[in-house]
């Protein structure tokens, strides 16, 4: 086929880290199969062209963010978000922050900046999203499976079942290790060596590229089928159940780790997929 009769995708960034651009940039399949024709980091013209599919990444912060989004979804016959920032706000939209958002709300010292919004939005509070693509960033393979639609592939449910570690009925820890303590054994769940991973209600596809090297998965990817449908707490009181039947730790131990900086990004963003006053989202729509 030739170049310019390939189907064609940009990549619209709103407020985010360029990450999940990053991860898309170390594929190079999509190369000689899509023709890239907007991208802030490699292409770019002074908006987003006519295309078949559209990425967002990034979560909506500013006006400008959402004049931009409005703007592009119009040239586009396929909405895809992409990563925790478009899908739930991100790291942006962490926590009460009223004191930050006073600061940015402030006229004094402003010249010429786009105005902040009172929150970090995910997109599809604006516009009407077709699929979402979950991972902060996504992986490689994830982008490839999104642009090549490949319904062969069968997703796993879980982290869990890509991790290989095995469960072990017998190892009950009494309390929690930090992150980055203690010696991993490279075949044994990390649970069951007292790491708080939350891999076993994490939507798989990730091929545990973080579980399988000892890193416990912080659920990045977000809840798997089983919960996307339902309240967050949902997914959260499953964590929690994970750990009391394969630990001794104490439940409040456990409740005050699943509350800590290191997942509430996920937990507490990523994973609100059925919002008071917002329909769920689709498992169908979600790769």
Not at 23 to 39: F, P, R, T
Not at 56 to 75: M, Q
Not at 178 to 206: A, E, H, K, M
Request: charged letters at 25%.
């Amino acid at each position: 086929m030739k170049r310019e009769e390939l189907p064609s995708f940009a990549v619209l960034q709103l407020s985010g880290c360029a990450g999940c651009e990053v991860s898309l940039l170390n594929a190079d399949e999509w190369i000689d199969q899509y023709k890239l024709v907007y991208m802030p980091l490699v292409v770019s013209s002074h908006q987003v062209p006519e295309v078949d599919v559209l990425l967002i990444s990034g979560g909506v912060r500013t006006n400008e963010d959402a004049f931009n989004l409005k703007r592009a979804v119009k040239h586009a016959r396929k909405v895809v978000a992409v990563g925790t920032c478009a899908i739930s706000g991100g790291i942006s939209n962490l926590g009460n922050r009223d004191n930050i958002r006073q600061f940015f709300l402030a006229q004094g010292e402003r010249v010429h900046l786009p105005s902040m919004l009172p929150k970090c939005r995910p997109i599809d509070d604006l516009v009407e999203v077709d699929r979402y693509l979950p991972g902060c960033p996504p992986t490689p393979d994830l982008f490839m499976t999104l642009l090549f639609e490949d319904t062969d592939i069968k997703m796993p449910k879980t982290v869990c079942q890509e991790c290989g570690r095995k469960k072990l009925k017998d190892m009950k820890p009494k309390h929690l290790l930090g992150f980055q303590q203690g010696q991993v054994d490279p075949d044994i769940c990390l649970v069951n060596q007292g790491y708080l991973c939350v891999g076993s209600s994490t939507r798989g596809g990730c091929k545990a590229i973080c579980t399988r090297p000892g890193h416990p998965c912080v659920g990045c990817r977000g809840p798997s089928d089983a919960f996307i449908e339902k309240d967050s707490e949902v997914w959260f009181k499953s964590i929690q159940k994970v750990f009391e039947t394969m630990t001794d730790v104490p439940p409040e131990e456990i409740d005050e780790g699943l509350r800590s900086p290191q997942l509430s990004l996920f937990l507490f963003q990523f994973a609100d997929y059925a919002e008071p006053g917002k329909a769920p989202r689709s498992k169908e729509k979600i790769l």
